[in-house]
């Protein structure tokens, strides 16, 4: 696996510019930072030529330095305490190593995923033979951490079913392009395309929440014991006034139907609560596709099945159905549109 990657060191190093741009544009996120500065390491481990030391030491600072910024207002960050130990990782003893997680470790109040992404990470570097002693001690701290959690009863899904639709009009649009009468004619569209990829219980789907296509989607899924995952890219109350209750009693029910769903995979997710804030120059409908896509194409992009219900034509606005049919295009490939026009 060494050789295999040291014969990817272009790529290394292709991906050490990519967050060295980032941390340079917000210097505050030390996320992109410490991934610059560790595969500094890695590449002179891999490769055996020296790195820059005067380049290599102002980026380690500038991690420190944001790091420890969030730490004097959220002492209890994970995230900025683990990136404190991998920095650590770096150079320092084993003894200091294993502090440094274990002082992470002892905030992060028994989340498997956080823990489980560390361990990863540190797997990763241990195949690579990385500081051997330095990286075992501190995978020492997270299988012992780990034990005593258990893995997260969250079932691997046999495929993947991803959705994005038009909503329904609104009373003043000029030129009709999901007009009310259509719902039901829509509904049993995305409920025969999913009977006839044999959409069931073992399967894993994922939609926003506006009225129309999201909704009816939603629904369909449910009935057929799918597991699902709504999300929508503001908090409730500014949700359902843009993109719900305008179309009327019928969609504002149906949502809350839906959220109230007694199944145990079925939950609705609010992206500033999950991500954080949009930042300022995004928009905050493009992000929650590419939060929905990123998520789904997780389990493999070969699981992911998208299914748009489309006009075939331009949208509104950014973030609509057709930004992405082509981002999906772009990645995975398989789609299955409902056209609006032939309903």
């Not at 590449?43 to 969030?70: F, I, M, P, Y």
């Not at 033979?129 to 997260?152: I, K, N, T």
């Not at 395309?193 to 894993?204: M, P, V």
Request: proline share 6%.
């Amino acid at each position: 696996m060494r050789t295999a990657a040291t014969a990817e060191s272009a790529q290394l190093r292709q991906a050490i510019a990519a967050y060295l741009t980032g941390f340079r544009k917000d210097p505050r996120n030390y996320y992109p930072g410490i991934n610059a500065l560790t595969l500094s390491y890695l590449l002179e481990h891999l490769t055996g030529r020296k790195q820059a030391r005067q380049e290599r030491d102002a980026l380690s600072g500038g991690v420190l330095w944001a790091v420890n910024s969030v730490l004097t207002t959220s002492t209890r960050d994970y995230w900025a305490r683990v990136t404190l130990a991998e920095v650590e990782l770096l150079s320092a003893n084993s003894n200091r190593v294993e502090l440094a997680y274990r002082e992470a470790v002892a905030v992060s109040e028994g989340n498997w995923f956080a823990l489980d992404s560390s361990r990863q990470q540190l797997s990763l570097l241990s195949d690579l033979g990385f500081r051997p002693l330095e990286v075992a001690a501190a995978q020492g701290v997270f299988e012992q951490a780990l034990a005593g959690l258990g893995a997260p009863d969250e079932p691997v899904p046999n495929r993947v079913f991803l959705f994005s639709g038009h909503m329904i009009d609104r009373p003043d649009r000029p030129v009709p392009r999901f007009p009310a009468p259509k719902r039901d004619v829509a509904a049993a569209a995305i409920a025969s395309r999913l009977d006839e990829l044999g959409a069931g219980k073992s399967d894993l789907a994922f939609c926003g929440g506006a009225c129309g296509g999201d909704l009816l989607f939603a629904q369909a899924c449910l009935d057929r014991g799918l597991g699902l995952r709504v999300r929508i890219p503001f908090d409730e109350p500014t949700f359902l006034q843009k993109s719900v209750t305008f179309a009327g009693e019928f969609w504002q029910g149906l949502y809350f139907q839906i959220k109230n769903h007694p199944a145990p995979r079925s939950k609705i997710l609010v992206m500033p609560e999950v991500l954080g804030s949009t930042p300022a120059g995004v928009d905050p409908f493009v992000r929650n596709n590419l939060w929905q896509l990123y998520t789904a194409l997780a389990w493999g992009p070969e699981k992911v099945h998208f299914i748009c219900l489309w006009n075939r034509q331009g949208g509104d606005g950014p973030g609509g159905t057709k930004n992405m049919y082509d981002i999906v295009t772009r990645y995975s490939g398989r789609t299955y549109v409902i056209d609006t026009n032939t309903l």
